[in-house]
């Protein structure tokens, strides 16, 4: 059975750091693309960043682009998503994702992935 789970949210004051973790179970992350996407209340979900399976390149979306740093570590079968310098804004719930499909570049177009997680809530207020 194929899982995402997120941890790793919480509350955190501008400027502050948060590492979210992605950990995969019942499929092997080494072949496939994951995604980090947000969604803030009352706003649609929103790509964030993703990473590519065979090579490890990554995609930013300009509003985390030099602060978030994608990882990930096929051993554990788990991605990372470092965030640094948050701002208020960066306040949501964050998900990984996955379309599951063999060596497929990534993408942060949400209507393409098949499996999510549940989310883990990221909340940067003083």
């Known amino acids: 059975q194929v899982q995402l789970v997120e941890s790793g949210g919480g509350l955190v004051q501008p400027g502050g750091s948060l590492r979210l973790s992605c950990a995969a179970s019942?499929?092997?992350?080494?072949?496939?693309?994951i995604g980090w996407f947000r969604q803030a209340p009352g706003k649609e979900r929103e790509g964030v960043s993703c990473i590519n399976s065979k090579d490890g390149s990554t995609y930013y979306a300009d509003s985390v682009k030099g602060r978030f740093t994608i990882s990930r570590d096929n051993a554990k079968n788990t991605v990372y998503l470092q965030m640094n310098s948050l701002k208020p804004e960066d306040t949501a719930v964050y998900y990984c994702?996955?379309?599951?499909?063999?060596?497929?570049?990534?993408?942060?177009?949400?209507?393409?992935?098949?499996?999510w997680g549940k989310g883990t809530l990221v909340t940067v207020s003083s």
């Open positions: 019942g499929f092997t992350l080494d072949y496939y693309a």
């Open positions: 994702a996955t379309d599951l499909i063999v060596l497929r570049r990534c993408t942060v177009v949400a209507a393409y992935m098949g499996y």
